[in-house]
Nanobody, 125 residues
């Protein structure tokens, strides 16, 4: 049974930074695509970032490109999301996801079979 556990969310002022972590257990994720998505109240789930199995390839959503950085440590079965210059519009529940099928970057939620429970990020103005 695969389990993804996010941590690092919280309340931060606009312009600040947070780093989210997602620890995977139940299987090795070293060959699997990992991604971050977010969902704000009343809105659909939105793609944030994805990273390939090597950690050398990544893609970002337009709204976070240039501010967020995704990375992974395959030895620790952990993926990270460094969020800089946060804006109130970044307020959402952030979800970590793992693909059981793909190893390259994937920006659609349908590409992922395993999801974490989410961590709340709130950015105050």
């Amino acid at each position: 049974q695969v389990q993804l556990v996010e941590s690092g969310g919280g309340l931060v002022q606009a312009g600040g930074s947070l780093r989210l972590s997602c620890a995977a257990s139940g299987r090795s994720f070293s060959r699997n695509t990992m991604g971050w998505f977010r969902q704000a109240p009343g809105k659909e789930r939105e793609f944030v970032a994805t990273i390939d199995w090597t950690g050398g390839g990544s893609t970002y959503g337009d709204s976070v490109s240039g501010r967020f950085i995704i990375s992974r440590d395959n030895g620790k079965n952990t993926v990270y999301l460094q969020m800089n210059n946060l804006k109130p519009s970044d307020t959402a529940v952030y979800y970590c996801a793992m693909s059981a099928v793909f190893s390259g970057v994937r920006d659609t939620s349908a590409s992922y079979q395993y999801w974490g429970q989410g961590t709340q990020v709130t950015v105050s103005s």
